[in-house]
């Protein structure tokens, strides 16, 4: 696997350039810091090439530094980083980094004005001394032409399009840049004030029944329009608990439902009826200031969603999709374009499922008469879950709503506080799933462990062979002084060993005289004594051993026994075997 050089300044020394392949940039960071090291060090010209060759660590640079020493030390530092690049990067560099220029734009770049411009100001110094680079009349009409619609209309109508000088151009269209990025800011966060407090981003009101998509009345006019604050939200909140409705609250919210992204793009479905007769209302600011102050209990919470996998009859591969984890629906339902894009076969219920919509004091019948064969897979494909059936229904809030029926089925158990569907018969965890590592790597065989053996041998053999050369032109090699052979010392080494093996002789012949009737030799087996001193029988091992046993009333057995165990267990007495024989 190939890695990119790079340039290590040290400090007082040359720059290292590391192994790798070498791009345009890292030649060009390499070249200028060893024009800073010359400057520093008041290296002369004819010793620049050498003095900054021991920096180079890539072996196959030094091998063609190692093949032509001689030529490549005697150039100039130009003509050998003219040499380098021309060796040792891609044919085609400068038509990659000219593209580079001339396909990237503001918008794509995600980043400030700023930075974008710098960006291809050293693009464009990778190409100095090239045919290919740009003067300041072409970039700077290249910066004008790939800017993003906002920053090019504030263009279009200022003076600073007519500024023929690049750096105050640059400067002045990086202050109309962070203007933009403060105002887009400041929308962005009266945008989100204004979610927050349930208002619509078209008509700019707070806590109404619909979103800008839906929204009845327009925008604002302009004449006269105050930008909306937090007082003006907490004062309609204020005047919404504080009105009195007119009939008995019964309400739904339902919306057409497309793929849904997020926790946030599933509507709201509700049914709200109180039990009493009575109207609520209240004059005072009690209930208000009671409500303001209980910011602690939830009135929100996410729901469970769960990114799933389902087969296709047509594809090869499973289709992703999301599904809703509802364990109060008693039943499975799947949108009608889901089961048109997988094309799965739908079945006739027997007796058609009617639905009930209601929305003030209207009712609407829907009547549901399909059902499809549903099966899910996680997303790891380490876990799918038991065939059930879903109902075709139009216009849900999300691809599948996975209910009651479902969740019995499968095992699943849910906890809402902790966030997690579990399965447990398995023990996985739908909504939290375990991290699966990749198996590790196989054990290469003997014949590639040989093959790479050998070609790491071939890389060190090179990499000895320069460091030898090396050590051989810039160091001044001395042959080892060997001192000449010392011919009394070996005679006197000599003739301590000589001695020390005669005193161990003679203490040997000692001892053997002292204890001579240990060392005679053993007589022959016929000179012998054949006088019997004694004998050794030895024993019947097929012979079967009697146990003593004595006699006991058979009255007292269990006590005895249950004596007997109790002294076995305090220790007082141990069983003792008796010996064969």
Not at 8 to 25: F, H, Q, R
Not at 276 to 283: E, I, L, M, V
Request: hydrophobic share 35%.
């Amino acid at each position: 696997m190939s890695t990119t050089a790079s340039v290590e300044p040290t400090s007082g020394k040359a720059p290292v350039l590391t192994a790798g392949d070498i791009s345009p940039a890292v030649m060009m960071d390499f070249e200028n810091a060893a024009l800073d090291f010359f400057v520093a060090k008041s290296v002369p010209a004819e010793k620049q090439v050498t003095m900054i060759i021991p920096g180079i660590k890539d072996l196959r640079i030094r091998n063609w530094i190692t093949a032509e020493c001689e030529r490549i030390i005697a150039l100039s530092f130009a003509n050998f980083v003219s040499e380098l690049c021309t060796n040792y990067l891609q044919q085609d560099w400068e038509d990659q980094v000219h593209n580079d220029i001339l396909t990237s734009t503001l918008s794509t770049s995600k980043t400030s004005f700023w930075n974008w411009s710098q960006h291809l100001l050293k693009l464009n110094c990778l190409l100095q001394g090239t045919p290919s680079v740009f003067d300041e009349a072409a970039l700077c009409n290249h910066l004008e032409v790939h800017l993003d619609d906002e920053l090019k209309g504030r263009l279009r109508n200022s003076e600073t399009r007519k500024d023929k000088n690049f750096k105050t151009w640059v400067a002045a269209v990086c202050l109309m840049d962070e203007a933009c990025t403060v105002e887009n800011k400041c929308q962005h966060e009266m945008i989100e004030e204004t979610l927050e407090h349930d208002g619509c981003t078209k008509c700019r009101r707070f806590y109404t029944d619909h979103r800008s998509q839906q929204c009845p009345n327009g925008f604002p006019v302009g004449k006269g329009y105050k930008t909306l604050t937090l007082n003006d939200a907490l004062a309609t909140k204020k005047s919404k608990a504080t009105a009195k409705p007119s009939s008995k609250p019964v309400a739904t919210t339902t919306s057409k439902v497309e793929t849904v992204d997020s926790d946030d793009d599933i509507s709201t479905a509700a049914v709200v009826l109180l039990h009493s007769p009575a109207k609520y209302g209240s004059d005072s600011d009690e209930d208000w200031e009671m409500s303001d102050h209980d910011v602690s209990l939830p009135i929100h919470a996410k729901h469970l969603i769960w990114n799933c996998q389902v087969n296709s009859l047509t594809d090869d591969f499973p289709v992703k999709t999301r599904t809703l984890i509802d364990n109060s629906a008693h039943l499975v339902l799947i949108h009608l374009e889901l089961v048109k894009k997988l094309t799965l076969k739908k079945y006739c219920l027997n007796k058609p499922e009617v639905v009930n919509v209601a929305f003030g004091n209207e009712k609407n019948e829907t009547k549901l008469y399909f059902y499809i064969k549903l099966s899910v897979t996680s997303l790891d494909s380490t876990w799918t879950s038991q065939s059930v059936r879903a109902i075709v229904t139009p216009g849900l809030c999300t691809p599948i709503i996975l209910g009651l029926p479902w969740l019995e089925h499968n095992n699943i158990v849910t906890d809402h506080a902790t966030h997690t569907c579990i399965d447990k018969k398995n023990n996985y965890d739908l909504l939290n799933p375990p991290v699966i590592l990749p198996p590790p790597p196989p054990k290469p065989k003997l014949r590639e462990q040989i093959k790479s053996t050998k070609a790491d041998k071939k890389l060190v053999l090179a990499e000895l062979m320069m460091v030898c050369n090396d050590h051989i032109r810039h160091l001044n090699l001395k042959p080892e002084e060997v001192k000449e052979f010392n011919v009394a010392g070996a005679i006197r080494d000599r003739i301590e060993i000589l001695a020390l093996q005669e005193a161990l002789k003679e203490k040997e012949d000692t001892m053997k005289s002292d204890f001579k009737y240990i060392f005679e030799p053993i007589p022959h087996v016929n000179e012998l004594p054949q006088d019997v001193v004694a004998e050794i029988r030895i024993k019947d091992a097929e012979r079967t051993i009697k146990s003593c046993s004595y006699p006991s009333p058979q009255k007292y057995k269990e006590a005895w026994q249950t004596l007997i165990q109790q002294h076995l267990d305090a220790g007082r007495i141990c069983l003792v075997l008796p010996r064969l024989g």
